[in-house]
């Protein structure tokens, strides 16, 4: 990796996106620390320092603005309503004829497709915003009852003007992925909940340091988190390979075809996808506490969840948590890639699995080997996502260890395919041919 970075350094073409990519990425990280108009930037540094159980409510969203969120930031929502709204795209092409059909159209119906995610995403930054905001104001159900007001300014103007100025943040930094795609390496979007990712990582394992005192329980996490990395590298680059052979065919006075391919599938072929459904699911049981926390005449079923589902040391909130994996993996592998639109596509142009007949059986070859593959890939994203949990338990950090869930698989696949593009390009730039 490093190797490829020092080649890419020495290439004109490519240092200048390299160096355009880096500075876009400061600029996202610097706005990370700009309050958004009418907060209190100390009394939100006190609120911090206090309480902890707002880092557990809102975790996940906490994690991919880089902790811009809970110091309301302009940049405090971050790329999650990018995310989501994209989710929401891909879910919905499965559900809603007239995006199937975009989506079949090629480069101008995914134009069409993205234009849609981006109009999502600002009516979600809009309600996120508003939903963060009145938040604000009531700051004891964030950081704990030890908060005082935040708000610098209570007008009633204020809170319209910090959802605008996040709603805006959040279209910055819509734009900015889009630059870094465009003229920059790598994925924008990715890159930069890669940047979020990454910024917290000396913080958390400082903070595992600060409450053991010890440097050899340092050493020693930090050796398995690199152990941890090598493991997570190693399966998401595994993957199925099924050989297609397509037929030789005349076209015109052109002969196509008698070639030999293969149809790559990884064991992880979801990503990071059913990790968030997951963790934004058993989100739900948390903010209803927290909305119960002050009403002395709570129910029953509010006390039973704040004792069993919320605490992430609850044998229930694992058991919920690993079966919400392994549902949401083969879930979302159904909707994203489908055997009978792939069998069909191979017989339209001639080709087949040997073997296997074309259409039906090689559909259902596809499905069978698919649902084999996908059963250790849930089994492996479950277990990588224990890793923060066990951490919590044995070593009293916090729920965002960095060495596990999320923010591992993450910085390891943007990571591995930022590197990938690289490559690419540098072998298109020397290429050295047969003589040397």
């Known amino acids: 990796m490093l190797t490829a970075f020092v080649r890419a350094f020495r290439t004109p073409d ?51 603005s880089g902790g811009a969120l809970l110091q309301l930031s302009i940049f405090a929502l971050g790329i999650m309503p990018y995310i989501t709204a994209s989710i929401i795209i891909q879910l919905l092409t499965v559900v809603i004829p007239r995006f199937e059909t975009l989506k079949q159209e090629g480069q101008s119906g995914q134009t069409k497709l993205t234009q849609y995610t981006r109009y999502l995403t600002i009516a979600l930054a809009i309600l996120q915003s508003s939903t963060f905001v009145t938040f604000a104001h009531n700051p004891q159900s964030l950081f704990g009852a030890s908060c005082t007001n935040i708000l610098a300014d209570t007008s009633w103007w204020t809170p319209v003007i910090m959802v605008l100025t996040m709603t805006a943040g959040t279209g910055l930094i819509m734009w900015m992925g889009e630059l870094i795609t465009e003229k920059g390496v790598g994925n924008g979007m990715s890159l930069l909940i890669f940047t ?54 005349m076209v015109g006075r052109r002969m196509y075809g008698g070639t030999t391919t293969y149809i790559p599938l990884k064991v992880n072929q979801a ?19 927290q909305f119960q926390q002050s ?4 129910a029953e ?38 055997p009978d639109e792939v069998a069909d596509n191979m017989k339209r142009y001639g080709g087949f699995i040997p073997g296997y007949r074309a ?20 089994i492996y994203l479950a277990l990588i996502s224990l890793i923060p949990i066990v951490a919590f338990v044995m070593l009293n950090a916090d729920s965002n260890f960095p060495f596990g869930g999320t923010s591992l698989l993450i910085i390891v696949g943007v990571g591995l395919e930022t590197v990938k593009q690289i490559e690419s390009q540098l072998q298109q730039r020397h290429y050295e041919g047969f003589l040397r």
Request: proline residues 6%.
């Open 14 to 64: 490519l240092r200048k996106k390299l160096l355009f990519t880096i500075f876009v990425m400061a600029i996202f990280r610097l706005g990370s620390f700009v309050p958004t108009p009418g907060v209190s930037y100390v009394e939100v540094q006190k609120c911090q320092a206090a309480g902890q159980g707002s880092r557990q409510l809102l975790g996940l969203a906490d994690l991919f």
């Open 196 to 249: 979020s990712i990454a910024a917290r990582f000396p913080g958390s394992l400082w903070s595992i340091h600060q409450r053991d005192g010890r440097w050899d329980t340092f050493l020693l996490v930090i050796a398995v988190g690199l152990l941890i990395i090598a493991a997570v590298v190693f399966v998401e680059q595994c993957q199925r390979r099924i050989p297609v052979t397509y037929a030789k065919r």
């Open 271 to 289: 990503g990071v996808i059913p990790v968030i459904f997951a963790s934004s699911l058993l989100a739900i049981p948390g903010l209803i506490v």
């Open 295 to 298: 009403n002395p005449q709570r």
């Open 301 to 338: 079923w509010i006390n039973w969840m704040a004792a069993n589902v919320v605490p992430q040391r609850s044998p229930i909130h694992v058991a919920t948590y690993t079966l919400l994996i392994i549902f949401f993996t083969f879930f979302y592998v159904s909707i994203s890639f489908n």
């Open 359 to 378: 259409g039906r059986p090689t559909a259902e070859y596809l499905r069978y080997v698919l649902n084999r593959i996908t059963v250790p890939g849930a």
